[in-house]
């Protein structure tokens, strides 16, 4: 499963059908061993993000499961990931003020967990989107000034497509 859930999310951003690979992704998800195993890291998150490209309600059930499971064990690390992650499907989904309110609630998990600098660059990349569709463009210039990405980081990715979203609606 956990080969799954990540042949899924590359399978995914290699341009795959979005049918097979959200089909995939659930699979991996199924059971539940894979939030159990490691809820708040890279597997289930990769699934989940896999279903929130295709745009699959099943979406919903994930984040809602991770978010039961990591209060459980009391995860703050967990509960900051999904929470970035679930804004990042908020966002996807057009539920704009939603995304970004979770969003700066993972940011202030991450800053009590100590983690902020890493997941900042992610955090402060999804809310500049959020805000530039919701036409705030001082909060998006904000957001992404916040963070400082590492180029050598998948994170400077989602940063660099943040700010050419913005320097665009500019």
Known sequence: KMLAA???FE????GGPSGACAELALRALAGG????????????IAAAMTLAMADRDETVDVWQDAFAD??????????????????FTLYRRGELAEAAEELEASLDDFALWGFSAHAGVYVGAMLTHSLVEQGDLHGARRALERADPDVSTDGARFWLNAQIDLLVAE
């Not at 399978?11 to 290699?14: L, N, P, Q, R, S």
Request: hydrophobic share 50%; net charge neutral.
């Open 11 to 14: 399978w995914t951003y290699a």
């Open 33 to 44: 061993e894979l939030i159990a195993a490691d809820n708040g890291g890279v597997l289930p």
């Open 6 to 8: 990540l042949a899924a």
């Open 70 to 87: 990591a209060h459980r064990h009391g995860s703050l690390f967990a509960i900051g990931g999904i929470r970035l992650w679930h804004g």
